[in-house]
């Protein structure tokens, strides 16, 4: 699915038919015909690197929910098989069954993609190997490597892999890569640890597989056991704005930007546009955005996404919900020259570098020299950070009172009328009023 030069309605094309029951359907029906032919099945586990059935055995029937329980439980994965296969087997008498060959964009009905950058990542296995041999070969880099750590500006080169793509369509084996990194550390004086390091990175994926996996309704807040109960907004024109890259903040909107282009963001951008979206600023429920992720992302991982959505959110396994991503000051801090802003909103080129992380605070005399005047150009914020991430913390306050005091058992009328009560400050509801 992950080919050359795929474009992210392709990508979405195939995303529609990547879902769960689809798959176990079809899984049966391909056993059901192999046993029936007299053929023996064989299930291994292999996208991940341990079984998450053993782990939630060896915790008592439950996932662990955190990293550092995990990696105690976990111990060493399989090693990858070591013999390869330089070309597949022939396909063979096939009766009268017609093969068909891989339909081109145009027949699946894409004439005008009508984008002017596709993704710059190829796909296949070839590449993945070619990706990975890079990395092995810069030791020091793979030594070193330290998330959250990295630059989530830098596009040119970017500052992590790049193989999750690889990883979500099986072009690559995370336990191949998991016996790479442990080689080049046997090689080096000093390395990184888990949760920071390269290898740590691809346990965090294992981590998210195995509660996702013994989690019921894992990518939703309501039956979730593991998910705090918040009152969200249902606002649409909020979270279209946020999709659309139209929410006026420039970092936000670049991600946004990289996302529909490229399919792919850093981590610390992704960390950026998700709290923004929910916590940070605009109170919009965390499954939104994940579907919007889900949709558009070339490494989407119904696993991966869900469980860094309830992160992010504040909905599960990181509760801090007073520490927000400022939309401005955090991408200044990497980037001062707002050259990844540039980038992917070229309308903002020209804005002197004073004024590209908040351009609505430049002079219209300014503006007008940048060929960029907001409000017509470019939007203006939806929302001011300052009061709308206060307001959010009011409301998460509120909401995490609500858990705790009904013991996790928080029903909708509980909602209802939380969110009933938060409506009730007049203040807040004016300034939001003329925010907008
Ligand atoms: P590297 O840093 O090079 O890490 C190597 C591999 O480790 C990755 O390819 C990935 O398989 C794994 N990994 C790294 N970080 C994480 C993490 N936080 N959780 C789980 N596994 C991790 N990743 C996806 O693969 N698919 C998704 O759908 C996805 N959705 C996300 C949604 C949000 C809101 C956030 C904050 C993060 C999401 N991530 C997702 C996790 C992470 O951002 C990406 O895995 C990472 O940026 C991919 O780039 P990389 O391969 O260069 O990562």
Redesign the pocket.
Known sequence: MFHEAVPWEVEKLCFEYDTEPYYQALDFKVKNYASTAGIEVFSPVSHTLFNPTDIIQKNGGRPPLSYQSFVKLAGQPSSPLSHTLSSLPLVGDVGSCVISEVPTIKELGYVDIGQDECSPFRGGESEALKRLNEIKNDKEWVATFE?PKGNPSAFLR?A?????PY??FGCIS?RFFYQCLQDVYKNVKRHTSPPVS?LG??L??D??YTVAFGTPNFDQMRGNRICKQIPWNDDDELLTAWRDARTGYPWIDAIMVQLRKWG????LA??SV?CFLTRGDLFVHWEK?RDV??RL?I???WA??N???L??SCSSFFYQYNRIYSPISFGKKYDPNGDYIRHFLPILKDMPREYIYEPWTAPLSIQTKAKCIIGRDYPKPVVLHDSASKECRRKMAEAYALNKDSNGMVSEEDIRNLRRKLKEDPEQEAKNKRIR
Do not use: Y
Request: net charge positive; hydrophobic share 45%; charged share 20%.
């Open positions: 998330k970017p992590t892999t790049v193989l999750s990883l979500k995370c390269l990175q691809l965090w994926r981590f998210f792919w963001m850093h981590h992704r960390h998700a955005g992720f889900e992302l490494d989407s991982d991966i996404n469980g860094n959505w992160w992010l």
